[in-house]
């Protein structure tokens, strides 16, 4: 297990722009492969972006293409979600979360480790 810690949420208007952080325990360069999920109330956690061991390959759910972009610095053991053109619909709680597979996963089930989550609001 990694100890995630999130930050950067905040209250923001629609069309406005947050960038979130994950800051990990120990290193993460090749190591795991590394999701950005949400949780809105009453709803089933899901996924939004994941990203590769090196960075090389990105995946996002259908909603937040070309709006949202996951990265890393894996030398500073760093994860970042830039979201821009924020809706109302992306209000939730954010978590960072790593896995050791060796491939991007969609299913929150298949992580091992979880940051506290940070909220993000976006008024309309």
């Known amino acids: 297990q990694v100890q995630l810690v999130e930050s950067g949420g905040g209250l923001v208007q629609a069309g406005g722009s947050l960038r979130l952080s994950c800051a990990a325990s120990?290193?993460?360069?090749?190591?795991?492969?590394m999701g950005w999920f949400r949780q809105a109330p009453g709803k089933e956690r899901e996924f939004v972006g994941g990203?590769?061991?090196?960075?090389?390959?990105?995946d996002y759910v259908d909603s937040v293409k070309g709006r949202f972009t996951i990265s890393r610095d894996n030398a500073n053991n760093l994860v970042y979600l830039q979201m821009n053109n924020l809706k109302a619909e992306d209000t939730a709680v954010y978590y960072c979360?790593?896995?050791?597979?060796?491939?991007?996963?969609?299913?929150?089930?298949?992580?091992?480790?979880w940051g506290q989550g940070t909220q993000v609001t976006v008024s309309s």
């Open positions: 979360s790593a896995s050791s597979l060796l491939w991007i996963e969609r299913d929150p089930r298949r992580f091992g480790s």
């Open positions: 120990k290193g993460i360069l090749r190591s795991y492969i």
């Open positions: 990203i590769s061991r090196n960075g090389d390959i990105a």
